[in-house]
């Protein structure tokens, strides 16, 4: 069992929608990240947040907005996406400190019509 | 780009026999770390090597690192069909928090 849900687990959206991905952890970790995963691909980094602050946007579009409203929380908001964003999506968590063992939820795969 | 790469890209074997998976990388690393993945489910941590380290251990996984050739092994004796997964190595670099995921290899244990 993951330490780490994310929900929902799965999700259709139009191009014209606004959704939200969530994740939750209890471990006490302080860094939270998302990951963007592609069919047989492996994971790609979006965001990371080190104590509720972004510390590292890896040049996502703005389309993809991630918020941290406490330690235990992420939120990934989604607007205006296109079809070629469909992808499973993956958060993690970990002690905040050097690139340290990552603790994954299930995913939440999102398919943009 | 991504750090890592691995192969072979895909291995198919049979119950009880041994696999390896060869990942190598282009810059200096703090840590190399082994992940598996189920189809469609999220990563699980498998084994963390330091850069000093040189062999780890674990249960039926037998970890190498040769920081001199930018290369890491898995090894996975006496595989069972429950094994068949996506195997990620991932690469952190000195003093910083961005893990980099290499390219995967697909195991298939056949019963």
């Known amino acids: 069992d993951t330490e780490v849900t994310q929900t929902p687990k799965h999700l259709v959206m139009g191009m014209t929608n606004k959704k939200s991905l969530k994740c939750e952890q209890h471990?006490?970790?302080?860094?939270m990240y998302w990951y963007k995963q592609k069919a047989k691909k492996p994971p790609e980094l979006m965001f990371v947040?080190?104590?509720?602050?972004?510390?590292i946007n890896e040049s996502v579009p703005s389309r993809f907005s991630p918020e941290c409203p406490n330690s235990s929380l992420l939120n990934l908001h989604l607007h205006a996406l296109q079809p070629e964003d469909s992808a499973l999506y993956l958060c993690?968590?970990?002690?905040?400190f050097g690139a340290g063992e990552l603790f994954f939820g299930e995913g939440s795969r999102l398919t943009v019509l | 780009s991504q750090q890592g790469e691995e192969d072979p890209q895909a291995l198919s074997i049979q119950e009880g026999e041994n696999a390896t998976m060869n990942c190598s990388y282009k810059?200096?690393?703090?840590?190399l770390q082994w992940y598996r993945q189920n189809s469609g489910r999220g990563l699980v941590h498998l084994i963390l090597?330091?850069?000093?380290?040189r062999e780890k251990h674990s249960g039926r996984l037998r970890v190498t690192l040769d920081t001199s050739k930018k290369s890491s092994s898995l090894l996975i004796t006496a595989s069972r069909a429950a094994d068949t997964a996506s195997y990620f190595c991932?690469?952190?670099?000195?003093?910083?928090?961005?893990?980099?995921f290499g390219e995967g290899t697909q195991l298939t244990v056949n019963p």
């Open positions: 993690a968590s970990s002690q905040p």
């Open positions: 810059t200096s690393i703090n840590n």
């Open positions: 471990m006490g970790h302080r860094a």
């Open positions: 991932a690469t952190g670099p000195p003093g910083g928090s961005r893990l980099t």
């Open positions: 090597i330091r850069s000093n380290e």
């Open positions: 947040y080190s104590y509720e602050k972004l510390s």
